[in-house]
């Protein structure tokens, strides 16, 4: 059977780097969004919403896929809604391809929050998950849509028969423009930033995060992962962390970033100092910048999210991820996490995102 992919998100962080991944491989490979714009990079657009079962039933009828990449979700204003939204996101779409009966296997990706819970419950508690985070932790008692996705995805395997994979990236860092959880892009607007102003680059968040073990998830190992467990047969009904392979601290890397845009740096003192506040004022900023260096026009806090950066970086405790499920199993991708920052800057400047 000829392998066709449909990426689910396919403009976002993940789901772009995927498609593009796909097709490189040689796989037909569609990219469903509500709003996929045209491209030449091969990846055929479907524009559906994920909510409109009979819109999607429009859109999809023509598309037989084998393989199924989950890479999207809705923020809603809190966790109940969360599970009510995003699950029906997955169960629409698997029962609307049911019908085709050709899906041979559903990837979904979510994330650490599958271990660590909300911030605030673990904030609020004191009781902390232990590290390094391993697969086979259990679920937490608290609510959280990342379970009901997953669940979402298991009573269609039943009913269907395909198997299925969960990947769980820590930070993803990659190239996407407007997406909601981007720390790559926002440390690169923040950075251009202070570099206009003569500033240092302060540090934002915790005691913990800035002197503790950590470790990210680039686009492109996140997308080899997904692609080897859907077509190696020990990876099937697995799930597996998905990190670049390195660890560092976050006390190192601040220096690195803040040398390659040309400024200090400065570290934790005494409390965080989030980025949300730091930038607030600085939407003007920002477009007379966009003014007299050239840039694409894109306001301030459509790439910048420094709400979720803050989340990042403020945990009170270290976070690093253990990748024994897919290792063992001969997954042996790595991404030096340093070089994933500075290509991803370096694209940046390419693309007239960010001042030279």
Request: with cysteine; proline share 4%.
């Amino acid at each position: 059977m000829d392998k066709i992919a449909l990426v689910v998100g396919a403009t976002g962080i993940t789901g772009s780097r995927l498609a593009e991944e796909l097709v490189g491989h040689g796989w037909q490979t569609y990219g469903l969004a509500r709003h996929p714009g045209q491209t030449d990079n091969g990846v055929i657009p479907v524009k559906a919403d994920l909510m409109d079962v009979e819109n999607l039933k429009i859109a999809l009828e023509n598309v037989y896929p084998t393989h199924v990449f989950f890479t999207t979700w809705m923020r809603k204003d809190n966790e109940a809604e969360n599970i009510i939204v995003n699950s029906a996101l997955v169960r629409n779409l698997l029962d609307v391809l049911s019908e085709k009966k050709t899906v041979a296997h559903v990837a979904l990706v979510t994330g650490l929050k599958h271990y660590l819970g909300p911030f605030e419950s673990y904030v609020a508690t004191g009781v902390f998950p232990d590290t390094p985070i391993r697969a086979e932790q259990p679920r937490l008692s608290h609510p959280n849509f990342y379970y009901a996705q997953e669940d979402a995805v298991y009573e269609a395997s039943a009913r269907d028969g395909f198997t299925w994979s969960i990947h769980r990236p820590h930070t993803v860092i990659g190239h996407a423009i407007g997406n909601l959880m981007n720390l790559g892009v926002t440390l690169a607007v923040y950075a251009s930033i202070c570099k206009q102003k003569g500033a240092k680059l302060i540090w934002p968040g915790s005691e913990a995060q800035w002197n503790g073990i950590s470790d990210v998830t680039d686009t492109g190992a996140l997308a080899k992962q997904l692609i080897w467990a859907s077509t190696t047969e020990e990876a099937k009904n697995m799930a597996f962390n998905i990190v670049n392979g390195d660890v560092f601290r976050w006390s190192w890397l601040w220096e690195r970033i803040a040398s390659y845009f040309g400024i200090e740096a400065e570290g934790f003192h005494g409390e965080p100092r989030p980025l949300a506040e730091q930038l607030k004022n600085d939407g003007q900023l920002w477009s007379d910048m966009v003014k007299e260096y050239g840039l694409e026009q894109h306001e301030l806090f459509q790439l910048a999210s420094p709400w979720h950066t803050d989340l990042d970086l403020g945990r009170p405790i270290e976070v690093m991820v253990d990748m024994a499920n897919s290792r063992k199993l001969g997954f042996t991708a790595y991404q030096n996490t340093e070089e994933a920052f500075i290509h991803l800057f370096e694209r940046l400047r390419a693309e007239n995102v960010i001042p030279q």
